[in-house]
């Protein structure tokens, strides 16, 4: 039941814009997502508990296609402190929360 | 400061010797969670905890046992640590449920020999 995001890495130059894709075979009731820098714990970046529910974080935003099982991130004008790795997640009816395989991120100047 | 603390933060131990992970978090979260991460795998849920004395298993349960005595403590327990156990182990809380921002712990990197 993990939801697979794609791609698996990519590398930006500062400046350049994202898309990370996170979907799921499974209905997906909400779309959470984190980034986890390097030797450190994932932090909380949003909540998507609509269909069709967009919301932003400074020049990250996120959507929601609850009919297509499908959430993007997007990130806009890359800066270094965006590099880390970002996870989707979502949870199933009894509250057990499953994260997605992953995507690396990492901008370079 | 509102924060979630696991101790040990590095730990290697020996096969079959019981080790417990604790956890505790200081803003009267109701859900508690383990993970665990892995190269490759990502971060998968090993218990979690809706409310005091209310556990439930998460997707890789098994070698692992957990306790909710109380609201702010959920310690991982290890009966008999095995190799395929060494991993990077985070515990997490949110207000309520999974529909919250889940606080993560810094982390226990556990090492099995």
């Known amino acids: 039941q993990q939801p697979v995001q794609s791609p698996q890495a990519v590398i930006l130059r500062e400046g350049e814009d994202a898309v990370i894709n996170c979907s799921s075979s499974?209905?997906?009731?909400?779309v959470h997502w984190y980034r986890q820098k390097h030797g450190e714990a994932p932090v909380f970046l949003m909540i998507?508990?609509?269909?069709?529910e967009q919301k932003g974080h400074e020049k990250i935003s996120a959507s929601f296609n609850e009919k297509k099982q499908q959430s993007s991130l997007y990130l806009t004008a890359s800066q270094l402190s965006y590099s880390g790795t970002y996870f989707c997640g979502t949870e199933n009816t009894g509250n057990q929360f499953y994260f997605g395989t992953g995507t690396s991120l990492t901008v370079i100047p | 400061e509102a924060q979630v603390t696991q101790n040990p933060r590095y730990l290697i131990t020996v096969t079959g010797k019981k080790l417990t992970v604790t956890c505790s978090q200081n803003?009267?979260?109701?859900?508690m969670s383990w993970y665990r991460q892995d190269p490759g795998l990502g971060l998968r849920q090993i218990y979690y905890?809706?409310?005091?004395?209310?556990?439930d298993k998460g997707d890789v349960p098994e070698g692992y046992k957990v306790s909710r005595k109380e609201k702010r403590n959920f310690p991982l327990i290890l009966e008999s640590p095995s190799p395929n156990q060494t991993s990077l182990y985070f515990c997490a809380s949110s207000f309520s449920g999974t529909y919250n921002e889940q606080f993560f712990g810094p982390g226990t990197r556990l090492t099995v020999l």
């Open positions: 905890s809706m409310n005091v004395e209310v556990t």
């Open positions: 499974k209905a997906l009731y909400s």
């Open positions: 998507l508990l609509k269909g069709g």
């Open positions: 803003m009267n979260h109701e859900y």
